[in-house]
C-alpha cells in the first residue's frame, strides 16, 4: 500500500491569492501570535510543564470572565458547555424560564427539552433582546418558585441582538426570587463588556471561536457559589460534563481526562494580547467597528435587524435583505468573486439576512476591506442600494468618538 494516494472525489480547489476574509460572526481570524502560540510539541498533560500552563490559564479565564471563582474549561464547542451548564445545575423535570432571542436561545431551549427540563420559553420577534420586564412578570407570578433557572443569550448571534445582562438580573431580584441566572456569553466574551461576579451571574456559558480569537474547541462554564451549592445536589446524570472532576484537578493545574493541550497554549496567548490591548480598549474598538458598519447599512439605504439602539450588538451586524432579494446568493457572490465570506441567516432568518462578524482580532482596514466586499457584492448580485456605504464609515472610524446617534447603550451601572 505504499505510495498509495487518496482520491478525493472532490475537485481542487484552485489557489486564490491574498488571505481570505472570513468575517462571520464566529469562528474568527484567529491571530498570528496564537497560531505560533498554538505551533508547539503537545507535552504530558500529567506533567510540571503541564501544571504551568493549566494554572496559567485557569487564572487566566478569570479576568476575562470577571469572577474570582473557578472556570471550568472542557475541550468540547459553546453546545457542549450549555449542556455542562444544565446538567450541573438542575434536576429532571426542573422548571426553566427561557427567551426566544433568536436561533441559539431556541437551541438551548431545545437542548433543555431533551434533557428532561420543563422549559417555559417566553415568545420573542428575534429583532429585540430579553425584556426584562417580561422576565419580572413571570417571576412574580412564580410565588411558589417552582423556576428553577432563567437562561438567555447574552448576545444573540443568529439577530445582532444583544440582551442587557444587569437589568435581567435585577428582573430576578426585585421580586426576590431565587432562581440561578445562566448566560450564554459565547458570541461576547471578549467583545463587550461581561462582568460575572458583578452582574449576578450563576453560570456563564464561553466559546473559545468568537472574541477569545481561538480556534473552535474549547468550551467554558464560570460558576458562582450558589451554582457550586446546586451542583452538589441536583440530580441530573452527567460524566463527561461533570464540574465536580475538573475541580478537583484544577487547582494543581490538571484536568481529569485529556485536554486539548495545544488550544491552551493558544488560550494563554490569546489572554495576554487581550490584556496587553486592555480590555477596556478591546470593548471600544468593537463598539467602533459596529458604529462604523451600521452607518454602512443606513448609507446603504438597508435596514439593520436589530430595532433597539441599546441592543445593537457590537460583535456582529445582521443586514436584512430587499424583499425579493435572496441573501445566500448575495453570499455566494461576495464569496466567490471577493473571496469573503458572511455570516448565514439561521433558522428563520435563512436567506433573508446576511451577517457581518466584526469580532476578535480585527481592525480598522480589515473593516474596511470588509465593507467594500459587502458593497461591491451588492453591485455585482444587483441588490438594490445606494452607494456610499464604505465612504460612511471611513467617516466613522476617522472621528476620535463614535458619534451620539451611532452609540450603543452605555454600560450599565450594576446596584
Ligand atoms: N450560543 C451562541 C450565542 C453561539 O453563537 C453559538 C455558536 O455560534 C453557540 C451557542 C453554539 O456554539 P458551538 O457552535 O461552538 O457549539
Redesign the pocket.
Known amino acids: 500500500m505504499r505510495g498509495m494516494k487518496v482520491q478525493s472525489k472532490e475537485p481542487a480547489m484552485a489557489h486564490r491569492p491574498g488571505r481570505h476574509f472570513l468575517q462571520i ?2 469562528p474568527t481570524n484567529v491571530p498570528d501570535r496564537v497560531l505560533r502560540a498554538i505551533d508547539r510539541p503537545t507535552i504530558d498533560h500529567r506533567g510540571p510543564e503541564f501544571a504551568q500552563l493549566g494554572k496559567d490559564v485557569l487564572e487566566g479565564c478569570r479576568t476575562i470572565f470577571k469572577t474570582s471563582g473557578p472556570v471550568i474549561i472542557f475541550p ?5 458547555a ?1 449542556e455542562a451548564a444544565l446538567v450541573n445545575t438542575l434536576s429532571p423535570g426542573d422548571k426553566v424560564l427561557m427567551y426566544e432571542t433568536g436561533q ?1 436561545a431556541t ?2 431551549q431545545a437542548m433543555a427539552k431533551k434533557l428532561g427540563l420543563d422549559v417555559e420559553f417566553l415568545p420573542g420577534d428575534w429583532r429585540h433582546g430579553v425584556d426584562p420586564a417580561k422576565v419580572e412578570a413571570r417571576l412574580v407570578a412564580d410565588r411558589d418558585h417552582t423556576i428553577k433557572a432563567v437562561g438567555v ?6 439577530t445582532g441582538v444583544t440582551s442587557r445582562i444587569p437589568e435581567i438580573r435585577r428582573a430576578i431580584d426585585n421580586p426576590r426570587h431565587p432562581a440561578l441566572f445562566l448566560v ?1 456569553t ?2 461576547s466574551l471578549g467583545c463587550m463588556e461581561y462582568k460575572h461576579d458583578a452582574w449576578g451571574v450563576d453560570v456563564t ?1 464561553g ?1 473559545s ?2 472574541g477569545l480569537m481561538l480556534p ?1 474547541g474549547l ?1 467554558f462554564n464560570a460558576l458562582s457559589e450558589k451554582a457550586l451549592a446546586a451542583s452538589k445536589t441536583n440530580r441530573m446524570k452527567r460524566s463527561y460534563w461533570d464540574w465536580e472532576e475538573m475541580l478537583k484537578s484544577n487547582p494543581a493545574g490538571f484536568f481529569p481526562y485529556t485536554p486539548a493541550t495545544n488550544l491552551l497554549y493558544g488560550l494563554r496567548e490569546a489572554i495576554a494580547m487581550l490584556h496587553e490591548e486592555g480590555l477596556e480598549n478591546v470593548f471600544a474598538r468593537h463598539q467602533r467597528h459596529a458604529a462604523a458598519t451600521r452607518a454602512a447599512v443606513e448609507a446603504w439605504g438597508l435596514e439593520v435587524l436589530a430595532l433597539d439602539p441599546r441592543e445593537y450588538s457590537s460583535s456582529l451586524t445582521a443586514v436584512l435583505m430587499p424583499e425579493g432579494h435572496d441573501a445566500d446568493h448575495f453570499r455566494n457572490v461576495t464569496l466567490e468573486r471577493y473571496d469573503l465570506s458572511l455570516g448565514i441567516g439561521l433558522g428563520r432568518l435563512k436567506g433573508k439576512i446576511f451577517r457581518v462578524g466584526h469580532l476578535g482580532d480585527f481592525n480598522d482596514l480589515m473593516l474596511m476591506g470588509t465593507l467594500a466586499g459587502v458593497e461591491m457584492g451588492l453591485h455585482a448580485a444587483r441588490v438594490p442600494h445606494r452607494p456610499g456605504g464604505v465612504q460612511a464609515a471611513m467617516g466613522v472610524l476617522s472621528q476620535p468618538a463614535i458619534p451620539a446617534q451611532l452609540r450603543t447603550h452605555e454600560p450599565v451601572p450594576v446596584s
Do not use: M, R
Not at 76 to 80: D, P
Not at 153 to 158: A, D, G, I, L
Open positions: 460572526p464566529g468540547s464547542s459553546g453546545t457542549g450549555w441559539f437551541l438551548w443569550v447574552h448576545n444573540e448571534t443568529s450564554d459565547i458570541s456559558v466559546g471561536q468568537k473552535p468550551g
